[in-house]
């Protein structure tokens, strides 16, 4: 679980979307209702959730658009006034 809200926060710089554990650090980062979400050690939900994001064209935009709403986290002008 270390280092997951680096790892998030460089997704979000790159524009790649994100699946992540249900903890409370990418909780704070991605909103509580953010749709790809697997509980710690479910490997199952997460192959199913990548699955999912490699073949349905729709679900893979919602992570994209999610994650842009999100982006403004990580901005530099944003991280320099903190």
């Known amino acids: ?9 460089e997704a979000l710089a790159a524009r790649v979307p994100v699946l992540a554990s249900y903890i409370p650090g990418n909780v704070g980062i991605l909103g509580e209702d953010y ?16 699955y999912r994001g490699e073949t349905n064209g729709t679900f893979y935009e919602t992570l994209e658009a999610r994650c842009d709403e999100r982006r403004y986290l990580v901005l530099p002008k944003r991280e320099r006034r903190l």
């Open 35 to 50: 749709p790809s979400y697997y509980l710690v050690g479910d490997d199952k939900a997460l192959a199913r959730l990548l």
């Open 1 to 9: 679980m270390e280092g997951g809200a680096n790892a998030i926060s």
